[in-house]
T-cell receptor, first 111, second 114 residues
Framework: KNEVEQSPQNLTAQEGEFITINCSYS?????LHWLQQHPGGGIVSLFM???GKKKHGRLIATINIQEKHSSLHITASHPRDSAVYIC?????????????FGPGTSLSVIP | KAGVTQTPRYLIKTRGQQVTLSCSPI?????VSWYQQTPGQGLQFLFE???????NKGNFPGRFSGRQFSNSRSEMNVSTLELGDSALYLC?????????????FGAGTRLSVL
């Protein structure tokens, strides 16, 4: 079982719809990151969370540390939101830190 | 402020050769991390450098190495290239340690090994 899982794997939505992407993890983490990757490869960091909820424009990210679960919500979706959304966790150990990535959710928003 | 710059953007090499990729972080950032992205394995963590020292390392063979200079610029080297090393290599910089800071990514270097 992967340490970081995402659902759904693929998502198609109509413009204007409310979208939710889920991330669950099985390790103790210091932080969880939501990343956006457009075709061509560039990655943008959307949120870094260690507790609670954050909002930036139409994007909202929440995390439940006890349940080891995070969600990324997109309100009033737009075709420019079409991208791959990746959940990543950072793990702090005594002797090292590491980053573990989820497999990504491919989102397509249709006009 | 300039973003993270990776050079070159594209690279074609043959099996057995070695390659060096470069990453210039955002000014003031002391941490540089390297990642490999392939269709089969997704994104994987290679290593992190902080103040010229390798602080963290992922599960990659010793053919993958790196270094960081006093100006925080970093290079990644892959020796004895294999076909499976074909990938998008991304670097990211952050103000502080990897575990607790937002990462800013470069556009990546796409390496093809023939």
């Amino acid at each position: 079982k992967n340490e970081v899982e995402q659902s759904p794997q693929n998502l198609t939505a109509q413009e204007g719809e409310f979208i939710t992407i889920n991330c669950s993890y099985s390790v103790g983490i210091s932080a969880l990151h939501w990343l956006q990757q457009h075709p061509g490869g560039g990655i943008v960091s959307l949120f870094m969370l260690s507790s609670g909820k954050k909002k930036h424009g139409r994007l909202i990210a929440t995390i439940n540390i006890q349940e080891k679960h995070s969600s990324l919500h997109i309100t009033a979706s737009h075709p420019r939101d079409s991208a791959v959304y990746i959940c990543a966790v950072t793990v702090m150990k005594t002797s090292y830190d590491k980053v573990i990535f989820g497999p990504g959710t491919s989102l397509s928003v249709i006009p | 402020k300039a973003g993270v710059t990776q050079t070159p953007r594209y690279l074609i090499k043959t099996r057995g050769q070695q390659v060096t990729l470069s990453c210039s972080p955002i000014s003031g950032h002391r941490s540089v991390s390297w990642y490999q992205q392939t269709p089969g394995q997704g994104l994987q963590f290679l290593f992190e450098y902080f103040s010229e020292t390798q602080r963290n390392k992922g599960n990659f063979p010793g053919r993958f190495s790196g270094r960081q200079f006093s100006n925080s610029r970093s290079e990644m080297n892959v020796s004895t290239l294999e076909l499976g090393d074909s990938a998008l290599y991304l670097c990211a910089s952050s103000l502080g340690a990897l575990a607790k800071n937002i990462q800013y990514f470069g556009a990546g270097t796409r390496l093809s090994v023939l």
